[in-house]
């Protein structure tokens, strides 16, 4: 099999697109989705001069998706002096899977010169995933708890280090399944909140009054085996290993039923991805025109909530942790 573009050794074959391309073509693909992703989206405002720049917090992992954002965004920023780009790592209290992708994460950092920093459940919350799991009181899926802590922590995070953006590695598989796990839900006033969250182009989004750090997911248009392929042409350091506690068993159902479709019919998550931004937005633009309900704080710690209450504090709660957050 050889590369369309240039006659090489093809490393990979998309059915969805019908391409065949070698190892350069392959990752200058790569790279050149993820920046039409990031001018599409209008990531990079036009306030941001070199005067007064942005700062881009990007939650790094150390898996092969956060580690394939990280180096994109560096190569193409790094020279820019519009954007800071900054690091975090959020540490769950896992035992030796969260350390030796924390090592992973330090070593990609130190080889970009970029600024890492780390923050934890326990500095956050005074609790553990490991203890969390064991005790579960609510007899859930520990990914159940840890989804909520890992999100708040972030937010938290990028609020307190007074970043502009909160970019994450999802990969157009991820995005794939949470739009088909909303879409089953029933849920559309959670889809269009996703919209002014993290979804649409910021030029579409509603910020006047964001009660958080607008997130932005620029590697949403690649699939996740490009994304490992990536990773690996490019050696870049990962920790690739399952979390010991993972669980979660619906995201997995769907997982499965979207790669039987994709094989079926190529072109699948793209197509879903492409309508559920589309619906996104205009639900969005709908509830903004009126019928929204006012949107509340949590009493406990400040974030937006629709309750009185939210879901990490009313989690933390049942957890007997400490509540922290300055909001
Ligand atoms: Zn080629
Ligand atoms: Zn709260």
């Not at 990979?12 to 019908?18: C, H, I, L, Q, W």
């Not at 956060?66 to 965004?73: G, R």
């Not at 159940?144 to 590695?169: H, I, N, P």
């Amino acid at each position: 099999m050889q590369c369309d573009k240039c006659g090489d050794e093809a490393v990979m074959s998309a059915a969805y697109s019908g391409q065949h391309l070698c190892a350069d073509h392959f990752t200058r693909s790569v790279e050149s989705r993820v920046r039409r992703r990031i001018r599409a989206d209008a990531l990079l405002s036009d306030d941001a001069t070199p005067a007064a720049p942005e700062t881009w917090l990007v939650g790094l992992s150390g898996g092969k998706d956060s580690a394939v954002l990280t180096q994109v965004l560096h190569d193409t920023f790094a020279a820019d002096p519009r954007v800071e780009l900054v690091a975090v790592t959020i540490h769950e209290g896992i035992d030796g899977y969260r350390d030796a992708s924390l090592e992973a994460s330090v070593e990609l950092t130190e080889i970009l010169d970029v600024e890492h920093e780390v923050a934890s459940y326990a500095d956050e919350y005074g609790i553990e995933m490991d203890a969390v799991a064991d005790e579960d009181p609510l007899d859930m899926a520990p990914c159940a708890y840890c989804g909520v802590f890992r999100r708040d922590a972030l937010s938290q995070y990028a609020e307190a280090f007074g970043a502009d953006k909160l970019l994450t590695g999802h990969n157009l598989d991820d995005e794939a399944q949470t739009a088909m796990m909303n879409l089953l839900s029933g849920d559309v006033r959670q889809i269009a909140k996703q919209f002014d969250a993290s979804l649409g182009s910021f030029e579409d989004r509603d910020l006047a009054d964001a009660p958080f750090v607008p997130r932005a997911k620029p590697l949403r248009d690649v699939p996740e085996k490009e994304v490992a392929l990536y990773a690996h042409l490019r050696n870049l350091p990962t920790h690739v290993a399952e979390c010991p506690h993972a669980s979660e068993a619906y995201r997995g159902e769907i997982r499965d039923h979207l790669h039987a479709l994709e094989a079926e019919h190529p072109g699948t998550r793209h197509s879903i991805m492409a309508g559920y931004e589309d619906l996104a937005r205009l639900a969005a633009e709908a509830y903004r025109d009126g019928a929204d309900a006012p949107r509340g704080t949590c009493d406990r710690c400040g974030a937006p909530t629709g309750g009185e209450v939210c879901r990490k504090c009313d989690l933390l709660g049942e957890l007997g942790g400490e509540v922290s957050g300055d909001a």
